[in-house]
């Protein structure tokens, strides 16, 4: 585990990415969608999220919210 604070999602000195997930059926389903490697699933004691899906590198999503805006732009 890093000894990063528990927000900071990136490792740089292992050069991998956790993004929380709730089973790990979704970590396989971020890799394909994205092309990121998955190396691991680790187990979390959470409500709702119950894996951390691990990711070779820095792995960031898309700013959904940007790319609706334009898509709207340009449909107006």
Not at 12 to 19: F, L, M
Not at 24 to 39: F, N, R, S, T, V
Request: glycine share 6%; proline share 7%; net charge negative.
């Amino acid at each position: 585990m890093p000894n990063n604070p528990n927000w900071l999602r990136y490792d740089p000195d292992e050069d991998k990415s956790r993004h929380g997930a709730a089973d790990p059926d979704c970590c396989e389903e971020m890799e394909e969608e994205y092309g990121w490697k998955l190396i691991e699933i680790e187990k979390i004691d959470g409500p709702i999220l119950k894996v951390d899906c691990v990711f070779q590198g820095k792995t960031e999503f898309s700013d959904w919210y940007k790319e609706l805006e334009s898509k709207e732009d340009e449909d107006a």
